[in-house]
């Protein structure tokens, strides 16, 4: 099998739901303390493997581009007043992988699986690759990506999602999916729905932003039509696939989902993360506690 070394990272949205911040920023830039969402995400997909990053955006976010190049002003100013541990921290940013970036075109419909067609002349024939939500962020001590890669690495599946069971009351926020009957793997599926009511969902099983995928989920998705909302559903196209007899995977993940997606979910996921961070973990816990218990 080949190795999984490329992952795309869909960073095309609006973030609609962050105006006015994301007026002139992709939501992906937005912190997590100091480093953007992106960056978390890149450092995932890397601490699994991952060589090759190809990073779907839009006209607007060439702050996304940029922050992943060299800043030679920066560095020199950091170096100038001697704050070498600082300017370690930049330049190793472009270091950490090779970055494709690729545009999404206007003339494409709207939805989670479009990233999917743009970055379709970059992957190659055959080639199996990771494919990850821009707004999605994980904690474990292996990494999320890791996990799917070596599920499908094992199982040899058209596609590995991963999953995580949610709360019934939050059900028809997300993709969610039915296990299949004597199927050769436990978790492989026989049916994906996007965005069901839960007492419509085949499960509480939700599908979030990481996936493995073979090429021929690529090639799905250019004869996929739109779904729900007129919008392309990566769920639809894992659907199509398992109900044509492919094997579909949707992998119980070890570990913590965390969505960065609205500004409530932002903002525990900003605490979460502090409170991992022994510099200042401590101190915010004291601030909370004075102030809002």
């Not at 939501?27 to 779907?56: R, T």
Request: charged content about 30%; hydrophobic content about 35%.
């Amino acid at each position: 099998m080949q190795k999984i070394k490329k992952a795309v990272i869909a960073a095309a949205g609006y973030g609609t739901r962050f105006l006015p911040a994301t007026k002139t920023q992709p939501k992906e830039m937005l912190p997590i303390i100091d480093k953007p969402i992106i960056h978390y995400l890149v450092e995932e997909a890397v601490n699994s493997g991952i060589e090759d990053i190809v990073l779907v955006t839009r006209c607007g976010h060439t702050s996304l581009e940029d922050y992943f190049d060299s800043h030679r002003e920066l560095e020199s100013e950091l170096e100038r007043n001697g704050k070498m541990e600082r300017l370690r921290k930049i330049k190793e940013i472009p270091k950490m992988a090779n970055f494709i970036y690729m545009r999404q075109k206007n003339d494409l419909p709207y939805g989670n699986a479009t990233p999917l067609l743009s970055a379709l002349s970059v992957i190659d024939s055959g080639e199996p690759f990771v494919y990850m939500y821009g707004d999605d962020l994980t904690i474990s001590d292996v990494p999320v990506t890791k996990q799917l890669i070596e599920a499908y690495e094992k199982q040899n599946p058209e596609a590995v999602m991963a999953v995580q069971e949610v709360p019934k009351e939050d059900v028809h926020k997300y993709g969610t999916v039915r296990y299949k009957k004597g199927g050769s793997s436990k978790y492989e599926i026989e049916e994906a729905c996007e965005k069901f009511p839960a007492e419509k969902a085949p499960s509480r099983m939700a599908s979030f932003g990481r996936f493995v995928f073979s090429h021929d989920v690529i090639k799905e998705a250019t004869n996929t039509p739109t779904g729900k909302d007129g919008e392309l559903w990566v769920m639809d196209i894992l659907n199509s696939l398992a109900k044509g007899g492919k094997k579909i995977i949707a992998q119980p993940i070890e570990g913590e989902w965390h969505t960065t997606g609205d500004p409530l979910n932002y903002l525990k996921t900003s605490y979460r993360f502090a409170l991992l961070r022994d510099d200042i973990k401590n101190e915010l816990r004291e601030y909370l506690k004075k102030n809002y218990n």
